[in-house]
């Protein structure tokens, strides 16, 4: 093949990957919410609310055993029903997120139905992948302390929000209230 005529089909591929460099840098949630039928979740802001620091100091205490300091607790009546860090590096297992570890540990003991309604507390905001499993197990209110762009601050992040996430996800209703002992979750980079 010629240098000069080019492969067609590697120039396509040049488009797309333009394409998709393009949608990336305007914004992932920008290319996602112009899909077709504008699907959106009900994804509420919520203020903090009696409890909330308690249970955030368990994600927090959590955070301060795991491999990176991110912990999670899961809440159901005021009962913390599961719990987890990130063990990533001591499992092998980069999907071995806080919240990912507390969902598996609550579904291994009970069914997962009984996610539904429940209120998951992290210290920090949920990466895309862990914001999709909450979703996807109808947890009904996430809770977190530092939000991806403190954490980006301290270590690499996917920089897209929980909110994003959760806005484009048509099937699911859930509250979101971020900023809890921030500060706190933040200092557990610095040890």
Not at 59 to 87: C, K, L, M, S
Not at 156 to 183: E, H, K, N, Y
Request: positive net charge; aromatic residues 4%; hydrophobic residues 45%.
């Amino acid at each position: 093949m010629s240098k000069q005529g080019g492969d067609p089909n590697h120039e396509r591929g040049n488009d797309r990957r333009q394409t998709l460099a393009s949608l990336l840098g305007a914004g992932l949630a920008g290319a996602t919410l112009s899909a077709p039928g504008r699907a959106r979740a009900e994804a509420t802001r919520m203020a903090s609310i009696p409890g909330d620091e308690l249970f955030m100091r368990m994600a927090i205490a959590e955070a301060a055993q795991a491999d990176f300091p991110f912990g999670a607790v899961i809440v159901r009546d005021g009962n913390v029903v599961a719990a987890g860090r990130n063990q990533g590096t001591s499992t092998n297992d980069p999907t071995a997120h806080g919240e990912m570890v507390a969902i598996r540990r609550f579904v291994a003991a009970r069914p997962a139905g009984e996610l539904k309604g429940t209120t998951l507390y992290t210290s920090g905001e949920p990466c895309p992948m862990c914001m999709g499993a909450i979703l996807w197990c109808g947890i009904r209110r996430v809770v977190f302390a530092a939000s991806i762009e403190e954490l980006a601050t301290k270590i690499g992040q996917i920089m897209l929000t929980s909110r994003a996430v959760a806005d484009a996800a048509p099937f699911a209703t859930i509250s979101i209230t971020g900023g809890v002992l921030s500060a706190e979750a933040l200092a557990l980079f610095s040890k």
